[in-house]
DNA sequence: AATGAAAATGATAATTGTTTTCATATAGAT
DNA sequence: ATCTATATGAAAACAATTATCATTTTCATT
């Protein structure tokens, strides 16, 4: 792996190494808008390369989350979901309905630029009184959906 | 259980009966600020009835998540936590900063008026938009605390 | 290009939080 | 007091995730 990416100095920064198979991850995270599971990565990764390990994705996927690079989500089903933290920036921008008793997931993008900037201040505060280093944040609304209102 | 308390009405407009276990989780929910896990909620209620099983505590919860009494928390230490819903509504609103290195937990409350009037005009919103009822809403902001921006 | 130390990987096993099952007990309306 | 839907407990089943460890790969330095 010699031809240097954009990513390449974020690796480097963070301890990390450019391997083929983060390469791979991050170009499936990139290619879609959907919240894909572990397993769904999974199978597109050994699609490409079926040598490839379950193990590995999972290290992957946390190696970016912690990078900042890719967003989990965990909704009500019990399997993590990624999405890249990039696309949150521009189009791709949005929250989540969750339904508390049936778990569909409806993406909201309505926003604001008032919440927008709100949420810049807030980071700006954070980092200043508790040193902490946002680099996402997420938020979620519970609430019961239109078929479960009706039990 | 004869006594009708307050939120008697509450379970049975869900179709839910009252249980003294059930008062009990409510209880010692009700009676903490943290964000107990089902295994600590199991203990506190082992304490008080040594025959209630771990599974009524797991079935109770997702009932209260359900009813909007009680709020779910999902950080990064593959434990459900949970939190009366009706305290956030008070002084106890809150939200959290999460370590994603670590995986510690920052309550951060110095939100601002700003912050309530939008998410209470949001949850208009989105009720007419997509017949969602919102019952809660969680923010989490992501980043890496003091010590692990270190390394 | 060869080297070597640190980092990444894969296969498998182990872990563990959560859910299912099913027979029994209980709530609460009648 | 009776009866039916609901709640419960114990145990087994489940499934997502993590740990282990020997092997391979990256990439800075020769």
Redesign the pocket.
């Known amino acids: ?1 010699k031809n240097k990416c954009w990513w390449h100095d974020k690796f ?1 920064n963070f ?8 390469r791979t991850i991050i170009d499936i995270l990139h290619s879609t808008r959907e919240h894909l ?2 397993e769904d990565i999974f199978k597109k990764v050994h699609e490409m ?1 079926p ?6 994705v ?3 996927l ?1 190696l970016l989350e912690q990078m900042g690079m890719a967003q989990k989500y965990i909704f009500g089903d ?3 979901r990624y999405e890249l933290a990039i696309n949150r920036k521009g189009k791709g921008y949005h929250h989540h309905l969750v339904c508390v008793k049936c778990k569909t997931i409806i993406d909201y993008s309505d926003f604001t630029n008032n919440e927008i900037e709100l949420f810049k201040a807030t980071k700006t505060k954070l980092l200043k009184k508790y040193n902490f280093k946002i680099v996402n944040h997420v938020t979620y609304f519970y609430g019961l959906c239109g078929k479960c209102q009706n039990l």
């Open positions: 792996m480097y301890g990390a190494r450019m391997t083929s198979t983060r599971s572990v390369n040598s490839t390990g379950l193990t590995t999972y290290r992957t946390d019990g399997k993590a």
